[in-house]
């Protein structure tokens, strides 16, 4: 959530950053309703103090033995517009919070201006997609032929865009999700964490989901929403807590189950596992001071690339534009793996510097060395585990249909090398 002092000395940013990111301008509704509740609060700050004088000077009437009659008719007057005026300040705080809660995060600097994603910039290549001697087949129809995926039970249990995996898949994703998490313990220092995969509406308030993503999300009977993502667990650890300034920076990781409703996604990617309701990751996430939070990202993003590169999958670095950042973000880096059956580049990351957008609407703090304040969060996929697999299939097929295991998870897979019939 941004501050309403910021948006008061910075009123043209603001607009001009929700220009850039497909918004209607909101400065002057903004402070017309923030100018309306400060005067109302002057009112009644004005009106406590005479009730206050008032009633002393009733209390001296009566010890006097004097007429207090007029003077009680004011108080009882003022006692009824502190009411009305309370009930109105009321209003106008949960008016003002209600459209600041909608508004998007601010733009760094150097992320591009534009409307989509045809405004992202490429900021580097890693590796050179595979060259087939053979026409390369989807993950699904590879996933089909080798007896270990199954979309039509999946969808007789429970509906479309859900995936069954058996053998050799199921173990690979397994194997994938101990490997990326030991990957972020051993070699970037996170710390691992196993999460709830149902939160409070709080939760997702915290993180941005809601209320302007509400209808990208399973909610249950009793208000609690099924996670898009361990980002908001993990986040929420901090929410209302004051973190001691030592303990930054904190670097978490979780895998998890996720569920998105997938509501904008009509006709888009329907057959395979590229956009399921249900999936699973392995989520980082960075909590630190606010001044450390680009060079956090960086790192984060490092890490995510560690993954690919290990598992030997060429992939390249987007910086996304305005237009195509998520809402809590400051700026992003969006890591995309090559898919050879569509001969392009798909998103398998997101990696997103928050500022300290997610931490005011938490209410996280540091505290310590003659300082305080709102903290910084980070997040990033490390990495999708659903799409990690769509690359692997991909590009360690052979023309049988086969698929070799990256020598990296072997040990994962109890020394299965090769994923054929029979496994």
């Known amino acids: 959530m941004l501050d309403i ?43 406590q103090a005479r009730r206050n004088e008032v009633a002393s000077l009733i209390a001296k009437a009566k010890k006097e033995k004097s007429d207090s009659s007029s003077l009680e008719q004011e108080s009882s007057e003022i006692k009824k517009s502190l009411q009305e005026l309370t009930v109105k300040e009321e209003e106008l705080t949960s008016k003002l919070n209600n459209i600041l809660s909608t508004l998007p995060n601010i733009p760094l600097d150097d992320v591009p201006v534009g409307k989509d ?42 509906g479309s865009r859900f995936t069954i995996m058996y053998d050799g898949l199921a173990r690979l994703e397994r194997a994938l999700h101990s490997f990326m998490i030991d990957t972020h313990v051993k070699e970037f220092g996170y710390k691992e964490v196993m999460v709830p995969f149902l939160v409070k509406s709080e939760s997702m308030f915290g993180t941005g989901q809601l209320p302007k993503f509400k209808e ?14 361990a980002e908001v667990p993990l986040t929420n650890i901090v929410r209302d807590e004051i973190v001691p300034v ?34 699973t990751k392995v989520e980082l996430v960075s909590i630190v001071h ?47 793996v090559w898919i050879p059956s569509e001969s392009t580049y798909r998103e398998i990351s997101s990696c997103s510097l928050c500022g300290q957008f997610q ?65």
């Open 5 to 47: 002092k910021w948006i008061r000395e910075n009123s043209g940013i603001l607009d001009k950053s929700l220009q850039n990111r497909n918004h209607e301008p909101m400065a002057d509704e903004i402070l017309a309703i923030d100018a309306e509740k400060r005067s109302v609060m002057n009112e009644v700050q004005t009106k």
């Open 117 to 158: 994603e045809t405004a992202n910039v490429c900021v580097r290549v890693v590796g050179e997609p595979r060259k087939f001697d053979f026409t390369p087949k989807p993950h699904y129809d590879l996933g089909e032929g080798l007896g270990m995926m199954d979309f039509e039970n999946a969808s007789k249990i429970s």
């Open 216 to 229: 990208d999300a399973f909610c249950t009977t009793d208000e609690r929403w099924l996670i898009p993502t």
């Open 246 to 279: 030592e303990k930054l920076p904190m670097r978490i990781t979780a895998y998890s189950a996720c569920f998105r409703s997938e509501a904008g996604s009509a006709g888009r990617d329907t057959r395979g596992m590229i956009r399921n309701h249900q999936f």
């Open 290 to 336: 606010p001044d450390e939070g680009e060079k956090e990202l960086e790192r984060m993003t490092s890490a995510a690339e560690n993954i690919l590169k290990k598992l030997g999958l060429a992939y390249r670095v987007m910086l996304l534009s305005s237009g195509d950042m998520g809402f809590s973000a400051r700026k992003t880096y969006d890591l995309e």
């Open 359 to 423: 931490a005011r609407r938490m209410n996280a703090r540091y505290k310590g060395n003659g300082e305080k304040g709102y903290v910084a969060t980070l997040n990033g996929s490390g990495l999708a585990i659903g799409r990690t697999m769509v690359a692997i299939l991909e590009n360690y097929q052979d023309e049988n249909g086969n698929i070799r295991i990256p020598e990296v998870l072997v040990p994962y897979m109890n020394g299965i090398t090769e994923l054929k019939n029979g496994n």
